[in-house]
């Protein structure tokens, strides 16, 4: 059990590694897979004992081992939250998410593990960047689509629920087209990105219906909230852009988990 755990971590670190690279290249147009990790500051490629996740941060004391400037504290935090993900993942997340019925018993995890991945790069690439790259929003839809046809030809996901979970994904994009345009006439501001359009249909797709209305509702408190906050200590100003994708994936993430919970609390309000 313990040796699972730490293997786990283990595996969620090198995982972390890899998506400080996608987080680093891919804004950038350049490709995941070219070539070795270079020092970002004097472009030394690494040498390998100084790429080794989490433990060249500490041992390096932060620096790099050539130019001994700064290392972000961005890549060891990545790589440390990947890990815990993937502890969490098989201590909570696997029976959480686990069907019955083979093959889906396994695919079912597997495939929320690897969601759980590229939602992660999405909301870190959003945040640094204020970007959502087309590539990640197709991988994302890609991944939500097949799963959920999967699910519905095999008779675990009724028909009716998987076609309610499309019209949720072209609903949220189509308020938030509205919303932009609203935001563009009024304000003169890009209030949602394309970013946020294309991920939308991603969302539907993976909460369905009713679960997508706590997950945007979630999704626009928080970022209320949180924008609110930067504008009154004046970290923002209200005409600046605050990237939406990393709200809108936490709140996917609080309707997964809780979804069912706030929906029945809040039908047990009104009716
Ligand atoms: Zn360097």
Redesign the pocket.
């Known amino acids: 059990m313990n040796l699972i755990i730490l293997f786990l971590f283990g595996l969620g670190l090198v995982w972390g590694s890899f998506l400080n690279v996608v987080i680093w290249r891919m804004p950038r147009g350049k490709s995941v897979a070219d070539g070795r990790s270079i ?1 970002p ?2 472009k ?1 490629v690494l040498a390998w004992k100084y790429n080794i996740p989490l433990l060249s941060y500490v041992f390096l004391r932060g620096k ?1 081992a ?4 700064s290392i972000s504290i961005r890549y060891p935090l990545i790589e440390f939250m990947t890990g815990i993900f993937f502890v969490w993942w098989f201590a909570v997340g696997f029976n959480f998410f686990k069907l019955v019925g083979s093959p889906w018993s396994y695919i079912q995890p597997v495939f929320w593990l690897v969601t759980g991945l590229v939602m992660f790069t999405i909301l870190v690439i959003d945040l640094l960047y204020m970007v959502i790259p087309f590539g990640l929003n197709l991988t994302l839809f890609s991944l939500a689509l097949a799963y959920r046809v999967g699910l519905t030809s095999f008779g675990i996901m009724n028909s009716a629920d998987f076609f309610r979970a499309l019209a949720s994904g072209a609903g949220v994009c189509l308020l938030f087209v509205f919303l932009q345009a609203v935001t563009k006439a009024v304000k003169k501001v890009d209030g949602f990105g394309l970013g946020d359009i294309y991920l939308a249909p991603s969302l539907g797709l993976l909460l369905g219906w009713p679960k997508i209305l706590p997950g945007m509702f979630s999704a626009f408190v928080l970022g209320s909230v949180v924008g609110l906050i930067l504008i009154a200590t004046k970290k923002k100003k209200m005409t600046q852009y605050l990237p939406f994708g990393p709200f809108l994936i936490i709140g996917t993430a609080i309707s997964l988990l809780w979804g069912s919970a706030i929906w029945t609390w809040y039908m047990s309000l009104i009716v």
């Open positions: 020092c500051k004097c030394h790099c050539y130019c001994h400037k």
